[in-house]
């Protein structure tokens, strides 16, 4: 493992543990956000808390994106071209509700590319972790991407974003998608729906309206998986779009979507 990836396991686990030992009694929501159902915990700002400390004393040159504090320069405004990217609890609705599907997600960054990734499913004690060039593992073991599974064959995981109006577009491409796939999946948090496309739990995976810090970490983890991560019409994973899953099926679940226009407004 890198030294970065080794940082990034050490700070998420941290956290993790920290979440662990403070939701049941500390997991209210304290605010919503972009709707009515898109929450913040008090516990979600902790996390990112603990989490940029630990980066700051141990790098404290680096830059750091946090999905609850923004973006930080780091002193000398991030000088390194390091930038650490965090989701600190990817799956906050299921986090609230109890639910065993959250994770926290931290990435690292040089001058612009992912080089390692750590998904920490906290509440079932997988860590996933990857880092570029050197394969994606949980614990001790190399994870691989299905192959050769033909859309009709395929789990594929999907997820909803929180505004209404994008909600009733991803509801009727969802509904053309489900007629021509094994089934769909929707688990509740980004990042661990990339792992899973990883670890072969599911076969593809596409979402409209994801952030950077959803996907930074476990998307270096399903490409070191072998699988393909992008956006639709060649473009790279974006927020319009993001779609993953071993080359071949990422071909046909790309022409199924981009036939559906999923990127349009109601
Ligand atoms: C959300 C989860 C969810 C996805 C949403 C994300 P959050 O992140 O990843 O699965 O469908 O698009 O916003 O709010 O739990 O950090
Ligand atoms: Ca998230
Ligand atoms: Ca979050």
Redesign the pocket.
């Known amino acids: 493992m890198t030294d970065f990836a080794r940082l990034a396991e050490d700070i998420a686990r941290e956290a993790g543990d920290m979440l662990l030992a403070k939701r049941p009694t500390m997991s209210g929501v304290v605010e919503t956000k972009s709707s009515p159902t898109?929450?913040v915990t008090a516990l979600?700002r902790a996390s990112e808390e603990l989490i940029r400390s630990r980066v700051r004393a141990a790098r404290p040159g680096d830059r750091f994106l946090g999905?609850e504090g923004g973006e930080e320069g780091g002193e000398e405004g991030g000088s390194s071209g390091v930038r650490w990217i965090v989701?600190p609890?990817?799956?906050?609705?299921?986090?609230l509700y109890g639910l065993p599907e959250?994770a926290v997600s931290i990435a690292v960054e040089v001058d612009g590319e992912v080089v390692a990734g750590v998904v920490n499913v906290a509440p079932r004690g997988e860590v996933f972790t990857a880092a570029l060039g050197e394969g994606a593992w949980l614990g001790g073991e190399r994870l691989r991407c299905n192959t050769g599974v033909p859309l009709a064959g395929a789990l594929v995981a999907?997820?909803?974003?929180?505004g209404a109006a994008r909600r009733a577009v991803q509801g009727e491409v969802v509904a053309s998608v489900l007629p021509r796939v094994r089934d769909i999946r929707?688990?509740?948090?980004?990042?661990?729906?990339l792992c899973s496309v990883a670890a072969g739990r599911v076969d593809g995976y596409y979402?409209r309206?994801?952030?950077h810090?959803?996907f930074a970490a476990a998307g270096l983890v399903a490409t070191e998986a072998g699988a393909r991560l992008g956006g639709l019409h060649g473009r790279p994973a974006n927020s319009e779009l993001l779609l993953c899953a071993a080359p071949g099926l990422f071909e046909e679940l790309h022409d199924l979507l981009a036939g559906l226009d999923p990127e349009r407004d109601a």
């Open positions: 898109d929450v979600d999905e989701d609890i990817d799956g906050t609705v299921n986090f959250w999907t997820g909803f974003g929180y929707r688990g509740g948090s980004c990042a661990i729906d979402e309206g994801v952030n810090w959803d």
